[in-house]
């Protein structure tokens, strides 16, 4: 089986780079730096002339990059020296200009097959990012996999070990291996507690969140505890305890709902001060209300309000209320108090 050297989560300790800022797990390129360099420690697959098998980098698509890995037997303790200092830029012009007695290779694609081409004990790569005037761009990591792998184990054993067949093979290999793998992370992807905040978003919009899913409008943490009851709010949609439950999830305090069911209309009033980006929230609940029926949302002791049955300020209080209804809440349009 293939092993594999991963960054993972861990990238700023993979390595050493110049140009990136911290970001969403991994490495951001914003538009003030001119360039991006990452450079990985030293892996040693613990043979000599070992055959690499691929490079596989998770980075914003469409980034323009150039990637090089080199495979060596001997390692040179001194070439640490510029890296440790921080002169990451400077290390990777020496190499590409003065580097000798190492197999380089070099892509601009985020997937690199290395197996086929020579081998060596240690692997190192390198990443240069250039700035996009359009976007950020996030390098979260990468997959150095050996020993090599090739599809014509496969084959009747007199189709094997032909370079020409495996080099053949090699794209159906990569793209077989590249759906393996996104198959494989899939449960990685959903989960809330471990995905960045941009993984955080694709979900939200499945679930009907988008607008919602917006950094200045909710902060990761919100976003995360949103998507944590996630599935149990979606199931009931449209009751009283779905409102309820959601404006206390995105204003972090506590709120009820005080019902009028002759005239088709509600108020859920929200006992503490929310935090930043509540209006955005209260323009979404209000728009996500079933037909035919008014709600607003309304924060106590933030001003006066004047209504058709009651005035409220910020001395008046509003006591325990418990609705009439069951846990699981019904439908609005069929609420009838006693």
């Known amino acids: 089986m293939a092993t594999?050297?991963?960054?993972?989560?861990?990238?700023l300790g993979c390595g050493w780079q110049e140009g990136f800022s911290r970001?969403?797990?991994?490495?951001?390129?914003?538009q003030e730096f001119v360039t991006g360099v990452f450079v990985?420690?030293?892996?040693?697959?613990?043979?000599?002339?070992?055959?690499?098998?691929s490079l596989r980098l998770e980075i914003t698509d469409g980034a323009a990059m150039e990637v090089f890995v080199w495979l060596?037997?001997?390692?040179?303790?001194?070439?640490?020296?510029?890296?440790?200092?921080?002169?990451?830029?400077?290390w990777l012009l020496f190499q590409r200009e003065h580097g000798k007695g190492r197999t380089c290779y070099?892509?601009?694609?985020?997937?690199?097959?290395?197996?086929?081409?020579?081998?060596?004990?240690?692997?190192?790569?390198?990443?240069?990012?250039?700035?996009?005037?359009?976007?950020?761009?996030?390098?979260?990591?990468?997959?150095?996999?050996?020993?090599?792998?090739?599809?014509?184990?496969?084959?009747?054993?007199?189709?094997?070990?032909d370079p020409v067949l495996e080099r053949f093979l090699a794209v159906q290999q990569d793209i077989y291996l590249s759906l393996e793998s996104e198959v494989d992370r899939l449960a990685e992807k959903m989960d809330f507690d471990l995905i960045r905040f941009w993984q955080m978003q694709k979900l939200a919009r499945w679930m009907g969140w988008g607008e919602l899913a917006k950094k200045e409008t909710l902060g990761e943490e919100l976003l995360r505890g949103l998507l944590r009851e996630g599935i149990s709010l979606t199931g009931r949609k449209g009751t009283c305890e779905y409102y309820i439950r959601l404006t206390e999830l995105l204003t972090g305090q506590k709120a009820v709902m005080a019902e009028e069911p002759e005239i088709h209309r509600a108020v859920v009033l929200v006992l503490g001060?929310?935090?930043?980006?509540?209006?955005k929230c209260r323009n979404w609940l209000k728009k996500n209300v079933p037909l035919g029926i008014e709600m607003d949302f309304v924060v106590l002791g933030r001003t006066d309000r004047l209504d058709q049955q009651c005035f409220l300020d910020k001395t008046a209080w509003l006591s325990d209320y418990e609705t009439a209804l069951l846990k699981e809440g019904c439908p609005i349009e069929r609420i009838r108090l006693q």
């Not at 970001?23 to 914003?30: E, K, S, V, W, Y």
């Not at 060596?72 to 400077?90: H, Y």
């Not at 001060?273 to 209006?279: A, C, Q, S, T």
């Open 23 to 30: 970001g969403d797990g991994g490495l951001r390129l914003t």
């Open 40 to 53: 990985s420690r030293v892996y040693d697959s613990g043979r000599e002339g070992a055959e690499w098998d």
């Open 273 to 279: 001060e929310p935090g930043k980006g509540w209006e």
């Open 4 to 11: 594999h050297c991963l960054s993972g989560r861990g990238l």
């Open 106 to 161: 070099g892509s601009n694609y985020r997937t690199m097959l290395l197996y086929g081409r020579g081998g060596g004990r240690y692997a190192r790569l390198a990443v240069e990012v250039q700035p996009d005037r359009e976007r950020s761009i996030l390098f979260a990591g990468y997959d150095l996999a050996f020993p090599k792998e090739s599809f014509t184990r496969y084959l009747p054993a007199i189709f094997r070990d």
């Open 72 to 90: 060596f037997d001997e390692a040179d303790e001194t070439e640490e020296e510029l890296l440790q200092a921080g002169q990451v830029r400077r």
